[in-house]
Structures are given as C-alpha cells and as structure tokens.
Nanobody, 123 residues
Framework: QVQLVESGGGLVQAGGSLRLSCAAS???????MGWFRQAPGKEREFVAA????????FYADSVKGRSTISRDNAKNTVYLQMTSLKPEDTAVYYC?????????????????WGQGTQVTVSS
C-alpha cells in the first residue's frame, strides 16, 4: 500500500514561514519527490521537486529563493520550507512521488499523491 501523508499546513500572516512535511511509505520514496499546489479555481501547479539522492532540486519561479525542498531518506520524509509567504501562496499543497521517466515539473509524470494540506496566508 502506497501512502503519502502531508502535514504542517496552517494559517500564517504574510511574510511568515511554514515547513510542510510528507511522510511516505513503500517503495515510492526511492523516486523523485515533488510538491504541487492548487488554489481555488486554478489548476494544480508545480512548486518544487527533489531527486532521490537529493543531488538535484527544482523550483517554480514563483517560489524560487523563498522555498527549500529537502528529504530525509532515513525517515522517508520530504520537506518544503517556505519563507516570506505571500497571500498568493494560499493553496492546498500536495506531495507526490514521480515515475522514473519524465519531467520533474510535470504533474502528469507523478503517479502517487497525498491528500494535501491547506496553507492560508493572510495579508
């Protein structure tokens, strides 16, 4: 059974910080892991991804410089540290495990998804 469970979301004021966590079970954690987000009325979009060895990281332009993705393979957990949060960062954030092939920023290549955690940034 594959499970991805996100945590760490919440309500924060603009300029604040949050750290999201994603605990993974099963063999999926050997894959590249990614974070995506979906705001109300908008499509799900890429936020960040990290390779299996953590040697490569990828970020959307909208969060670059404000967010850091990391992983602890011993704990089967991937993190997304977000700083200088803006109201436009408000969304449900999803953790996902990527298939072996395909672009890290393309959600079509992710085959396992968590249930999401809500992040709300107030102005």
């Amino acid at each position: 059974q594959v499970q991805l469970v996100e945590s760490g979301g919440g309500l924060v004021q603009a300029g604040g910080s949050l750290r999201l966590s994603c605990a993974a079970s099963g063999r999926t954690f050997s894959n590249t892991m990614g974070w995506f987000r979906q705001a109300p009325g908008k499509e799900r979009e890429f936020v960040a991804a990290i390779s299996r060895s953590a040697g490569s990281t990828f970020y959307a332009d909208s969060v670059k410089g404000r967010s850091t993705i990391s992983r602890d393979n011993a704990k089967n957990t991937v993190y997304l540290q977000m700083t200088s949060l803006k109201p436009e960062d408000t969304a449900v954030y999803y953790c996902a495990a990527k298939a072996p092939l395909g672009s890290a920023s393309d959600l079509r290549f992710y085959n396992y998804w968590g249930q999401g955690t809500q992040v709300t940034v107030s102005s």
